[in-house]
């Protein structure tokens, strides 16, 4: 079964720059879209990036241009880096995995979701 374990996240000061990780499965990693998404507290969840096998990359939402994903081979992780973070960046970030090689940002697609790291910006 496909895994996903998210992590790097916690107390941020504001304009920080963490870096999260999401560590896939072997298989999955190389061969499907993965998408980095984030819930706010009192909104919905929403698309921040994705990756596909190819390593094409997009971004949206208020965080783009705030953010840059990058992958490791070798650890089979996907990272999220952002920067010049708000407080209204604090919320739950999760990594998903859509067993496709299209990589839209539609929730509905991503079958597979890490429990979430948390951001907190002060």
């Known amino acids: 079964d496909v895994q996903l374990v998210e992590s790097g996240g916690g107390s941020v000061q504001v304009g920080g720059s963490p870096r999260l990780s999401c560590q896939v499965s072997e298989d999955a990693f190389r061969r499907y879209c993965i998408g980095w998404f984030r819930q706010r507290p009192g909104l919905r969840r929403e698309g921040v990036g994705s990756?596909?096998?190819?390593?094409?990359?997009s971004y949206e939402g208020p965080v783009k241009g705030r953010a840059t994903i990058s992958k490791d081979n070798a650890k089979n992780t996907l990272s999220l880096q952002m920067n010049s973070l708000k407080p209204e960046d604090t919320g739950m970030y999760y990594c998903?995995?859509?067993?496709?090689?299209?990589?839209?940002?539609?929730?509905?697609?991503?079958?597979?979701w890490g429990q979430g790291t948390q951001v907190t910006v002060s």
């Open positions: 998903a995995l859509r067993y496709s090689g299209a990589c839209s940002l539609e929730q509905r697609f991503f079958g597979y």
């Open positions: 990756m596909d096998p190819d390593g094409n990359i």
